[in-house]
């Protein structure tokens, strides 16, 4: 399967506004995290956007910032390392954002990594 007819996993996709008032932080305190990798962010409808599943339990998936990296230093953009978390990889047997939200980091960042 492709990555083009993969399944993608569906999330809500929510502002950075919507995406502070969950954290309850500033505005600038959310674009900080943006900065930091802590959280990724997409034009999508015309505004910047982050997928819902990003966030766990009111706060940013504590094991996104440091496979974001992983994604960057393979060379892949915001859009580029978003879409490979939502799409449903082989190697890991569900959507990488799953596994990370299930507690598999080292297996994603393991299979981040080759994608260089």
Do not use: C, Y
């Amino acid at each position: 399967m492709t990555a083009d007819s993969a399944p993608r996993t569906e999330t809500e996709w929510l502002t950075i506004p919507q995406v502070a008032e969950i954290l309850g932080e500033s505005l600038g305190r959310v674009h900080r995290l943006i900065d930091e990798n802590q959280l990724v962010a997409s034009r999508r409808d015309g505004a910047w956007k982050i997928p819902a599943l990003f966030l766990k339990e009111d706060r940013p998936l504590s094991s996104l910032r440091g496979t974001v990296i992983v994604l960057h230093d393979a060379g892949f953009s915001d859009d580029e390392a978003i879409d490979w978390l939502l799409t449903a990889e082989d190697t890991i047997g569900l959507a990488p954002i799953e596994a990370l939200r299930a507690g598999r980091k080292s297996e994603v960042r393991r299979v981040a990594r080759t994608l260089a």
